[in-house]
């Protein structure tokens, strides 16, 4: 397997190294490659996402990806911005499945933002649309008639996009405890009825899934109040981006959180939801798991390694049972000595 790594900016090499060591901890058979991406790129090259990034990533079996945002680049226009070379690979390559799984690991049970026994009953799975939505409508800023300036971004969904998103939804949810909740605003957006007529429709291929309808912000409530009820939670790529980073703070730190976007076949790529953290770069203080946990669903996904996948999972459950705690957690275990915690797991 041909693997490409974008550590791109902030912690994102930091925490690209650690992930590092896990692959030669496992010996895994692969060939790694890298490229630059991001802030990184722009001052390299003048764009976040450079042709022969692009064409790396086209060619790879699968992409371990950092984070991407670098304040430097704040104020250039959008489309040289580091942001964009995230949402232009998840574009080129037709990544439209984001899966962000959410559950409590023991021992994260005080580490929560809500009560214990509340966190505890967390364990769901974010199927978040990843090419649509008002991401990638039309946007721009004009002036209106009065002469005010008026930004715009175009909502939309067309119905295709809604259906293949739902029926990855509808998989998942037929592996794991058969429930699915669509999420969107049917009672004020156009966008949003099209969306839960068209989930309903695909529903009908998959009897064995119980599916129910939340308008987001009862979603965004829900969350906190009782988020043991939620199994697998399909939404749009705006809702799903902004309750994914909720979910987040429910189970202990954002640095704990995986992701998966995928296409139509294997090739996948895998990132933690969080960001560049430009303001904690550099100091070694980082939370590497959510790195190493998206290196497991790279190798599930698209390394078919269920064996290795469950292993890496295995021991950053370990580690954070033993107590291991970085800086987001309450403790003071750097970067490297986490990385080096899960390795002498995987090695114990
Ligand atoms: C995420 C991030 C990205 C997004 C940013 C960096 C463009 O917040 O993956 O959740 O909004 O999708
Ligand atoms: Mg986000």
Redesign the pocket.
């Known amino acids: 397997m041909n693997i490409l790594l974008l550590a791109g900016d902030g912690i994102g090499p930091e925490i690209m190294a650690e992930a590092e060591k896990v692959i030669a901890a496992l010996a895994l058979p692969v060939d790694l490659d890298r490229a630059l991406v991001g802030g990184a790129a722009c001052a390299a090259t003048g764009h976040p996402l450079p042709a022969e990034t692009l064409a790396k990533a086209k060619a790879a079996d699968a992409i371990l990806f950092g ?3 670098d304040p430097r680049f704040d104020n250039v226009e959008r489309h040289l911005r ?3 070379a ?2 232009g690979l ?1 574009a080129e390559l037709g990544l439209f499945a ?1 899966l ?1 799984p959410a559950k409590l690991f023991s021992g994260l049970e005080d580490s929560s933002a809500l009560r214990p026994e509340v966190a505890s009953a967390i364990d769901l799975l974010i199927v ?1 649309e ?1 090419n649509g939505d008002v ?1 990638f409508g039309e946007k721009g800023t004009r002036t209106t008639a009065s002469g005010e300036r008026q930004g715009y971004d175009i909502m939309s969904y067309s119905e295709s996009e809604v259906r293949r998103i739902a029926h990855v939804a509808f998989k998942a949810a037929a592996g794991r405890n058969k429930r699915l909740c669509s999420v969107d605003k049917a009672n004020v957006l156009e966008t949003s009825q099209l969306w839960r007529d068209v989930v309903i429709e695909v529903a009908a291929d998959y009897p064995d899934v119980a599916l129910a309808h939340m308008y987001v912000d009862n979603a965004a409530m829900q969350l906190v109040r009782n988020p043991g009820q939620f199994d697998v939670v399909v939404t749009g ?2 809702f ?2 902004i309750l ?2 909720q979910a987040s703070m429910c189970v202990g730190s954002i640095g704990l959180l995986a ?1 998966a976007s995928l296409g139509d076949g294997t090739r996948g790529l895998y ?1 933690p ?4 953290a430009p303001d904690i770069a550099g100091k070694g203080i980082a939370n590497p798991l959510a790195m190493i946990l998206s290196l497991a669903m790279l190798l599930r996904h698209s390394g078919g390694d269920e064996a290795n996948a469950a292993r890496i999972e295995a021991a950053v459950a370990q580690i954070l049972a033993d107590g291991c705690r970085g800086a987001d957690l309450g403790g003071t275990m750097g970067t490297a000595a986490l990385g080096d915690a899960v390795v002498a797991a995987l090695n114990g």
Request: charged share 25%; proline share 4%.
């Open positions: 984070a991407v945002g580091p942001e964009q995230i949402l998840r984001n962000r978040r990843l991401y790529n705006l799903g981006d994914s980073d992701s990132e939801i969080h960001g560049s």
